[in-house]
C-alpha cells in the first residue's frame, strides 16, 4: 500500500475500478484541461508545491488532481459537501497515488476531521469550494492559516466569504476569485448548474417539465440558467428576487415575477439558488401547494430549512431514492429532492463534463498565476488574456475558427483623443 | 424451469415507486374509476406488454382494481425487477426478467400468451403477431388488441390490408391525447434526458443529429434544441423534412450529417437507420442512441472494422471504428429513455395509460361486436382524458356561444 493510502481516510478502497473509469471518461472529454492546462502547468512551477483541493470530489474535480499530480504538485484532496462524494472517485483516486480524505455521507463533525486532515498536511495552496477549508483553516489552524500562498475559489458564496474575510483585515494572501472569471461564471453557474439541476429534478421525480408550473428563488447566473432550461423544455417558470436589477432582467427575458408568497403557492416544484440560507423556510410551508417538490441549487445545504421542516412535520419517509416526503403539520405532504443538498450533484452526477473542463481550466490557470505571479493580499480575478485562451482552446477543439478585425475595422476614436 | 421473475423479495422498493408515479396519475385515476363502475372487465382476463416500470405497473394495479384478471409481459430490457416483483406480490401474473436471455424472453412470452388472454394491451405488435402466427391456438379467446405504439399500428394496418387480422385493434396510439403527448414531449424529454444523464455531457453547442423527424422525433429535437444544441433533421418523407426546415432546422442527408454530428439519435422506429457504413463516418468521440423502437434500429454488423468494445460507464458502450477511433452507443442501441432511463415521466404517461384504460374499457363493452380491423380509438376517449389532467392543473377552459357554434355548423355564407 501506498503512503498515500496509508494516510488516506476513504470509504471503501475496493471501489477503485468503478472510479478510474469515471475519471478516464472525465479525461476523455476534457480537451482544454489535457491541451492549454497541461502545457501551462508543465513549467515546472508546481514541482513539490503542496495543493489542498477541496471541491465536491467527483469525477472531474477527481480529474483535475490528477492533472495538478502530473505537472508534480503534492496533492490532497477532499469533498467540500459529504453529500456530494463519489466514493468510488475518492477510491480510484487513492488507487492513482492521490491521499484523499472524504467519505459520502458523512456526519458533519467527520466531515470538518477530514478537512482538518487535510490542512494539517500544510498546503501551501488551496483550491477550494464555499472557501470551507480558507474558513477552517482561518479558524481551527491559525498558524497554518499564515503560511498559505494563496487561495483559488470555485463559487460565488466562497468568493462573498472570502471579500468579508479581506474586508475585516484577516487575508494575509491572495486569492483567485475564479468563479469571476467570465469562461466560469457565464458557462458554469448558468448552463452547467442550470442543466444539470432540470436534469436531476426530472430524474429524481420522473416528471415531465412540459406544464409545469416551477418557482425560481434567486436570479443570479444560476437562477437564470435554471430558469431558462425550465422554459425551454416547456415549464413556466415564476421567478423570486430581491434585487431590482436582476428582477428587471427576469421580467425582460420573460419571466413571470413575483414575491415568494405568491410564486409557490401554485408551483409544482420550488428550486432555490440564492446561494444564501432559508430561502425556503418555516414562514413559507404553509404557501406551498399539497404534494410541492423543493429542491435547492445553491451552495447552501441550508438553503431549503429542512430542519425546520422536520420539526413541524409529523413523520418523514423516501419515497423513491433521493424524495423525502414530510407530512407537514400532519395534513399537507411536501417533498424535498436530496435532503436540500444540492439536487445536481448530490441527486445526479454533477455538472456537465464539458463544462467543468472550462472551470477548472479557469481553477488550474489562476493557481499557476497565484504560483508564478506576484500578487498582493486580497481578492483577484484571472487576467482577461488567460479567460480569453480558455475560450480560444475550447473553440479550437471544437474546430470553430474565429474573425479578427482588420486594420480599417477599428474604431476612430484615437483621432479625437 | 426458469421462475418467472428475478427478485420477489424486492417488492417494497418497487411499490413505493409505483405509489409515487400514482399520486401525479389522475387521468387514468379517473379511467379506472369509470372501469370499476361499469363492472366490464370484472373478472375478464387483460394481458399486458408494455415496458415494465412504475407507470405500467400503475395500469396494471387500475385494471386490477377494476375487478380483471391481470398479467404482464416484459423484455428484459424494458424490466424493473423490483416493479415486477411489486405487481407479482399484488396478485397479478407477471412474466419479466431483467436478466433473460433472448431464449428466456421468448419462452417468457410464449407463458404470457398460454396464460390466455382476452383484452391484449400490446407494445409494438409483438403479441399479437405471434398470437396470429405459431400460436392461433389462443386467437379464439382473445377478444381484442389495444395496441401502444406507431411501430405496433403499423403492422397491424398492414395484417388488416392482407386480411391477417382476426380481431379488432384499437390504434392507441393515434389518439390525440397520446400521440400529440407521450409522442412528442415525452419521449422527446426522456430520451434526450437520458442521453445526457448517460454520459454526463452538455448540449449546449453541441450539434445533434436527429434520424426521422415524425412525432418522436420533433419531440427529440425541440429538447435538444431548447437545451442548447444545433439541431439537424434527417429524413426520407418529403413533408416531413419540410416540416423540419419550417421549425428552423437544417435538414440533411444522414451521410452527410454524420460528418459533422456530435450526437446522433433515432426515432424512426425502422431498422437500419443507422448502421456500421454511417457510424464510420463519424467524428471520433460522437454518442449513438435510439429513441424509436430498439434493435436492428441502430445496427453495427456488417463491417468488419466497426467493433463493439466494453463498457466504459453504465449503459454507454464504446465502438472501435478505423482508424483508432471510437464512437459511443447507449443502452447498446435499446430505447435509451426505457433502458437507460425510467422511461416517460408520469404525467406523460398518465395520458397515454388513461386512454389505455378507456380503450379497454370500450372493447369490453363493445369489441365482441367489432368486425376484424384496426379502429381509432371513440373521440370522447380523448376529450375525457385532456379534461381530467387540465382539472387536475386547475385550468379552466371556454365553452361555445350558441352563436359560435351555429356559426361552426352552417355552411351557407350571410
Same mark, same amino acid.
Given at each position: 500500500?501506498?503512503?498515500? $493510502?496509508?494516510?488516506?481516510?476513504?470509504?471503501?478502497?475496493?471501489?477503485? &475500478?468503478?472510479?478510474?473509469?469515471?475519471?478516464?471518461?472525465?479525461?476523455?472529454?476534457?480537451?482544454?484541461?489535457?491541451?492549454?492546462?497541461?502545457?501551462?502547468?508543465?513549467?515546472?512551477?508546481?514541482?513539490?508545491?503542496?495543493?489542498?483541493?477541496?471541491?465536491?470530489?467527483?469525477?472531474?474535480?477527481?480529474?483535475?488532481?490528477?492533472?495538478?499530480?502530473?505537472?508534480?504538485?503534492?496533492?490532497?484532496?477532499?469533498?467540500?459537501?459529504?453529500? =456530494?462524494?463519489?466514493?468510488?472517485?475518492?477510491?480510484?483516486?487513492?488507487?492513482?497515488?492521490?491521499?484523499?480524505?472524504?467519505?459520502?455521507?458523512?456526519?458533519?463533525?467527520?466531515?470538518?476531521?477530514?478537512?482538518?486532515?487535510?490542512?494539517?498536511?500544510?498546503? @501551501?495552496?488551496?483550491?477550494?469550494?464555499?472557501?470551507?477549508?480558507?474558513?477552517?483553516?482561518?479558524?481551527?489552524?491559525?498558524?497554518?492559516? @499564515?503560511?498559505?500562498?494563496?487561495?483559488?475559489?470555485?463559487?460565488?458564496?466562497? *468568493?462573498?466569504?472570502?471579500?468579508?474575510?479581506?474586508?475585516?483585515?484577516?487575508?494575509?494572501?491572495?486569492?483567485?476569485?475564479?468563479?469571476?472569471?467570465?469562461?466560469?461564471?457565464?458557462?458554469?453557474?448558468?448552463?452547467?448548474?442550470?442543466?444539470?439541476?432540470?436534469?436531476?429534478?426530472?430524474?429524481?421525480?420522473?416528471?415531465?417539465?412540459?406544464?409545469?408550473?416551477?418557482?425560481?428563488?434567486?436570479?443570479?447566473?444560476?437562477?437564470?440558467?435554471?430558469?431558462?432550461?425550465?422554459?425551454?423544455?416547456?415549464?413556466?417558470?415564476?421567478?423570486?428576487?430581491?434585487?431590482?436589477? !436582476?428582477?428587471?432582467?427576469?421580467?425582460? #427575458?420573460?419571466?413571470?415575477?413575483?414575491?415568494?408568497?405568491?410564486?409557490?403557492?401554485?408551483?409544482?416544484?420550488?428550486?432555490?439558488?440564492?446561494?444564501?440560507?432559508?430561502?425556503?423556510?418555516?414562514?413559507?410551508?404553509?404557501?406551498?401547494?399539497?404534494?410541492?417538490?423543493?429542491?435547492?441549487?445553491?451552495?447552501?445545504?441550508?438553503?431549503?430549512?429542512?430542519?425546520?421542516?422536520?420539526?413541524?412535520? =409529523?413523520?418523514?419517509?423516501?419515497?423513491?431514492?433521493?424524495?423525502?416526503?414530510?407530512?407537514?403539520?400532519?395534513?399537507?405532504?411536501?417533498?424535498?429532492?436530496?435532503?436540500?443538498?444540492?439536487?445536481?450533484?448530490?441527486?445526479?452526477?454533477?455538472?456537465?463534463?464539458?463544462?467543468?473542463?472550462?472551470?477548472?481550466?479557469?481553477?488550474?490557470?489562476?493557481?499557476?498565476?497565484?504560483?508564478?505571479?506576484?500578487?498582493?493580499?486580497?481578492?483577484?480575478?484571472?487576467?482577461?488574456?488567460?479567460? +480569453?485562451?480558455?475560450?480560444?482552446?475550447?473553440?479550437?477543439?471544437?474546430?470553430?475558427?474565429?474573425?479578427?478585425?482588420?486594420?480599417?475595422?477599428?474604431?476612430?476614436?484615437?483621432?479625437?483623443? | 424451469?426458469?421462475?418467472?421473475?428475478?427478485?420477489?423479495?424486492?417488492?417494497? +422498493?418497487?411499490?413505493?415507486?409505483?405509489?409515487?408515479?400514482?399520486?401525479?396519475?389522475?387521468?387514468?385515476? #379517473?379511467?379506472?374509476?369509470?372501469?370499476?363502475?361499469?363492472?366490464?372487465?370484472?373478472?375478464? !382476463?387483460?394481458?399486458?406488454?408494455?415496458?415494465?416500470?412504475?407507470?405500467?405497473? *400503475?395500469?396494471?394495479?387500475?385494471?386490477?382494481?377494476?375487478?380483471?384478471?391481470?398479467? *404482464?409481459?416484459?423484455?428484459?430490457?424494458?424490466?424493473?425487477?423490483?416493479?415486477?416483483?411489486?405487481?407479482?406480490?399484488?396478485?397479478?401474473?407477471?412474466?419479466?426478467?431483467?436478466?433473460?436471455?433472448?431464449?428466456?424472453?421468448?419462452?417468457?412470452?410464449?407463458?404470457?400468451?398460454?396464460?390466455?388472454?382476452?383484452?391484449?394491451?400490446?407494445? /409494438?405488435?409483438?403479441?399479437?403477431?405471434?398470437?396470429?402466427?405459431?400460436?392461433?391456438?389462443?386467437?379464439?379467446?382473445?377478444?381484442?388488441? $389495444?395496441? #401502444?405504439?406507431?411501430? /405496433?399500428?403499423? &403492422?397491424?394496418?398492414?395484417?388488416?390490408?392482407?386480411?391477417?387480422?382476426?380481431?379488432?385493434?384499437?390504434?392507441?396510439?393515434?389518439?390525440?391525447?397520446?400521440?400529440?403527448?407521450?409522442?412528442?414531449?415525452?419521449?422527446?424529454?426522456?430520451?434526450?434526458?437520458?442521453?445526457?444523464?448517460?454520459?454526463?455531457?452538455?448540449?449546449?453547442?453541441?450539434?445533434?443529429?436527429?434520424?426521422?423527424?415524425?412525432?418522436?422525433? =420533433? /419531440?427529440?429535437? /425541440?429538447? $435538444?434544441?431548447?437545451?442548447?444544441?444545433?439541431?439537424?433533421?434527417?429524413?426520407?418523407?418529403?413533408?416531413?423534412?419540410?416540416?423540419?426546415?419550417?421549425?428552423?432546422?437544417?435538414?440533411? &442527408?444522414?451521410?452527410?450529417?454524420?460528418?459533422?454530428?456530435?450526437?446522433?439519435?433515432?426515432?424512426?422506429?425502422?431498422?437500419?437507420?443507422?448502421?456500421?457504413? +454511417?457510424?464510420?463516418?463519424?467524428?471520433?468521440?460522437?454518442?449513438?442512441?435510439?429513441?424509436? #423502437?430498439?434493435?436492428? @434500429?441502430?445496427?453495427?454488423?456488417?463491417?468488419?472494422?466497426?467493433?463493439?468494445?466494453?463498457? *466504459?460507464?453504465?449503459?454507454?458502450? @464504446?465502438?472501435?471504428?478505423?482508424?483508432?477511433?471510437?464512437?459511443?452507443?447507449?443502452?447498446?442501441?435499446?430505447? =435509451?429513455?426505457?433502458?437507460?432511463?425510467?422511461?416517460?415521466?408520469?404525467?406523460?404517461?398518465?395520458?397515454?395509460?388513461?386512454?389505455?384504460?378507456?380503450?379497454?374499457?370500450?372493447?369490453?363493452?363493445?369489441?365482441?361486436?367489432?368486425?376484424?380491423?384496426?379502429?381509432?380509438?371513440?373521440?370522447?376517449?380523448?376529450?375525457?382524458?385532456?379534461?381530467?389532467?387540465?382539472?387536475?392543473?386547475?385550468?379552466?377552459?371556454?365553452?361555445?356561444?350558441?352563436?359560435?357554434?351555429?356559426?361552426?355548423?352552417?355552411?351557407?355564407?350571410?
Amino acid at each position: 500500500m501506498s503512503a498515500e $493510502a496509508d494516510r488516506s481516510t476513504i470509504a471503501d478502497p475496493s471501489l477503485a &475500478p468503478a472510479g478510474r473509469q469515471a475519471i478516464a471518461w472525465a479525461s476523455r472529454n476534457a480537451p482544454v484541461l489535457n491541451g492549454l492546462l497541461r502545457k501551462r502547468l508543465g513549467d515546472g512551477s508546481f514541482d513539490g508545491v503542496r495543493v489542498a483541493l477541496v471541491v465536491h470530489l467527483e469525477a472531474k474535480t477527481a480529474f483535475l488532481a490528477t492533472v495538478l499530480a502530473d505537472a508534480g504538485a503534492r496533492v490532497v484532496v477532499a469533498g467540500s459537501n459529504p453529500q =456530494s462524494t463519489r466514493d468510488d472517485v475518492a477510491a480510484g483516486l487513492v488507487d492513482m497515488g492521490i491521499e484523499v480524505h472524504s467519505s459520502r455521507g458523512s456526519a458533519y463533525e467527520q466531515w470538518e476531521k477530514d478537512l482538518l486532515s487535510v490542512a494539517d498536511t500544510k498546503p @501551501e495552496y488551496i483550491i477550494d469550494d464555499g472557501a470551507e477549508l480558507t474558513l477552517r483553516m482561518a479558524k481551527h489552524r491559525p498558524a497554518l492559516f @499564515e503560511e498559505l500562498r494563496g487561495v483559488s475559489e470555485e463559487t460565488t458564496t466562497g *468568493v462573498a466569504r472570502l471579500h468579508a474575510l479581506h474586508d475585516a483585515g484577516r487575508l494575509p494572501f491572495p486569492v483567485m476569485a475564479a468563479n469571476d472569471a467570465a469562461c466560469k461564471y457565464m458557462f458554469d453557474n448558468r448552463y452547467g448548474t442550470g442543466q444539470s439541476t432540470v436534469q436531476a429534478v426530472l430524474a429524481l421525480t420522473n416528471f415531465l417539465m412540459a406544464g409545469k408550473r416551477v418557482a425560481v428563488i434567486g436570479y443570479g447566473w444560476v437562477g437564470r440558467g435554471i430558469a431558462n432550461y425550465v422554459r425551454a423544455l416547456g415549464g413556466r417558470a415564476v421567478v423570486v428576487e430581491v434585487d431590482p436589477i !436582476r428582477s428587471l432582467d427576469a421580467f425582460m #427575458e420573460g419571466h413571470e415575477v413575483a414575491p415568494i408568497a405568491d410564486a409557490i403557492a401554485d408551483a409544482d416544484l420550488v428550486i432555490t439558488a440564492t446561494g444564501g440560507m432559508r430561502a425556503v423556510g418555516s414562514t413559507h410551508f404553509g404557501h406551498l401547494k399539497p404534494n410541492a417538490v423543493l429542491a435547492n441549487a445553491g451552495h447552501h445545504d441550508l438553503e431549503i430549512d429542512v430542519a425546520a421542516l422536520h420539526q413541524e412535520s =409529523s413523520g418523514v419517509r423516501t419515497v423513491r431514492e433521493g424524495v423525502s416526503c414530510f407530512d407537514w403539520r400532519g395534513g399537507k405532504q411536501i417533498n424535498v429532492l436530496a435532503a436540500g443538498a444540492l439536487v445536481n450533484i448530490a441527486g445526479g452526477l454533477g455538472h456537465p463534463i464539458e463544462i467543468m473542463d472550462l472551470s477548472f481550466a479557469v481553477q488550474g490557470l489562476s493557481s499557476h498565476e497565484l504560483v508564478v505571479g506576484d500578487y498582493a493580499p486580497g481578492v483577484h480575478v484571472l487576467p482577461r488574456r488567460l479567460d +480569453e485562451e480558455i475560450a480560444r482552446a475550447r473553440l479550437a477543439s471544437e474546430g470553430v475558427i474565429l474573425d479578427s478585425l482588420a486594420d480599417d475595422q477599428f474604431d476612430t476614436m484615437q483621432e479625437w483623443i | 424451469m426458469t421462475e418467472n421473475i428475478v427478485s420477489p423479495g424486492s417488492a417494497a +422498493e418497487g411499490l413505493s415507486r409505483i405509489e409515487w408515479a400514482k399520486q401525479f396519475m389522475p387521468a387514468l385515476f #379517473e379511467a379506472g374509476q369509470d372501469l370499476l363502475e361499469s363492472g366490464a372487465l370484472a373478472g375478464r !382476463r387483460v394481458g399486458i406488454v408494455l415496458a415494465l416500470e412504475p407507470k405500467t405497473a *400503475v395500469l396494471a394495479l387500475t385494471l386490477s382494481e377494476a375487478g380483471a384478471d391481470v398479467a *404482464v409481459y416484459a423484455d428484459a430490457a424494458s424490466t424493473r425487477d423490483s416493479e415486477a416483483a411489486a405487481l407479482a406480490s399484488k396478485g397479478i401474473a407477471v412474466f419479466a426478467r431483467s436478466d433473460a436471455d433472448e431464449a428466456t424472453d421468448v419462452l417468457l412470452l410464449d407463458r404470457f400468451i398460454d396464460w390466455g388472454i382476452e383484452f391484449l394491451i400490446d407494445d /409494438g405488435a409483438v403479441a399479437t403477431r405471434i398470437i396470429h402466427t405459431s400460436r392461433r391456438d389462443m386467437l379464439p379467446t382473445l377478444v381484442g388488441v $389495444a395496441e #401502444e405504439t406507431t411501430s /405496433g399500428v403499423r &403492422p397491424l394496418r398492414v395484417m388488416a390490408d392482407e386480411g391477417a387480422l382476426e380481431v379488432p385493434c384499437l390504434a392507441v396510439n393515434d389518439c390525440d391525447a397520446k400521440q400529440l403527448f407521450d409522442n412528442v414531449y415525452g419521449t422527446g424529454q426522456s430520451v434526450v434526458m437520458s442521453v445526457i444523464d448517460a454520459t454526463n455531457t452538455q448540449l449546449q453547442g453541441k450539434e445533434v443529429v436527429v434520424v426521422g423527424y415524425g412525432l418522436v422525433g =420533433s /419531440g427529440i429535437a /425541440g429538447a $435538444a434544441h431548447g437545451l442548447g444544441a444545433r439541431v439537424t433533421i434527417t429524413e426520407i418523407d418529403p413533408i416531413k423534412a419540410l416540416k423540419a426546415v419550417h421549425d428552423g432546422y437544417l435538414v440533411q &442527408p444522414l451521410r452527410e450529417a454524420c460528418l459533422s454530428g456530435d450526437v446522433f439519435i433515432t426515432a424512426t422506429g425502422v431498422g437500419y437507420s443507422l448502421t456500421a457504413a +454511417e457510424a464510420q463516418l463519424m467524428k471520433d468521440g460522437a454518442l449513438m442512441a435510439v429513441g424509436g #423502437e430498439g434493435p436492428p @434500429e441502430i445496427d453495427l454488423t456488417g463491417d468488419p472494422s466497426v467493433r463493439l468494445g466494453d463498457e *466504459v460507464r453504465p449503459h454507454v458502450r @464504446e465502438v472501435h471504428l478505423d482508424g483508432d477511433r471510437s464512437v459511443f452507443l447507449v443502452a447498446d442501441g435499446h430505447c =435509451s429513455n426505457i433502458t437507460a432511463g425510467e422511461g416517460n415521466p408520469i404525467e406523460i404517461m398518465d395520458l397515454s395509460l388513461a386512454v389505455q384504460c378507456r380503450a379497454v374499457h370500450h372493447l369490453a363493452e363493445k369489441g365482441a361486436g367489432l368486425r376484424p380491423g384496426v379502429y381509432d380509438v371513440p373521440p370522447d376517449v380523448a376529450n375525457a382524458t385532456a379534461r381530467a389532467a387540465l382539472a387536475r392543473k386547475g385550468i379552466a377552459i371556454d365553452t361555445p356561444t350558441a352563436a359560435q357554434e351555429l356559426d361552426a355548423s352552417s355552411w351557407r355564407t350571410n
